[in-house]
C-alpha cells in the first residue's frame, strides 16, 4: 500500500503493514500533497495519514496524487486495475 503521511510518501508491498516499512519520499519545505479520486474535479489536500492499499487480487480506487511547492507540481494517475501510473504530467521549474 501506499501511506501518505504530511511531509513524506512511504511505500510498501504489504497492504496489511500499520507501518509502512518501505522506501519514503520526503515532501521540501513548502510542499503539499494531494489526491483526487475517480470523477472528483478538484484535488484535496491531505492533512491526516491516509493510506491507499493496492489489493493485488482486486480493484483499487483509481487516484491521481499531486505533489507541488510554490513553483513546480507533479500529478501521478494510478489505474484501477494494476495500481501502476497510466499518466503522468508535470511543470518543474
Given amino acids: 500500500g501506499v501511506s501518505m ?6 511505500v510498501s508491498d504489504d ?3 500499520e507501518e509502512v516499512p518501505g522506501e519514503s519520499l520526503a515532501l521540501p519545505a513548502g510542499g503539499t500533497l494531494a489526491w ?5 474535479t478538484e484535488f484535496q489536500k ?6 491507499w492499499i493496492f489489493q493485488p487480487n482486486g480493484l483499487c480506487e483509481p487516484i491521481t496524487v499531486r505533489i ?6 507533479i500529478e ?18
Wanted: hydrophobic share 45%.
Fill in 5 to 10: 503521511r504530511i511531509p513524506e510518501v512511504q
Fill in 15 to 17: 497492504p496489511f503493514a
Fill in 36 to 40: 483526487r479520486g475517480w470523477r472528483a
Fill in 46 to 51: 491531505i492533512a491526516d495519514p491516509h493510506m
Fill in 68 to 73: 507541488a511547492n510554490t513553483e513546480s507540481w
Fill in 76 to 93: 501521478l494517475t494510478f489505474s484501477a486495475l494494476t495500481a501502476e501510473v497510466t499518466e503522468e504530467s508535470y511543470a518543474l521549474r
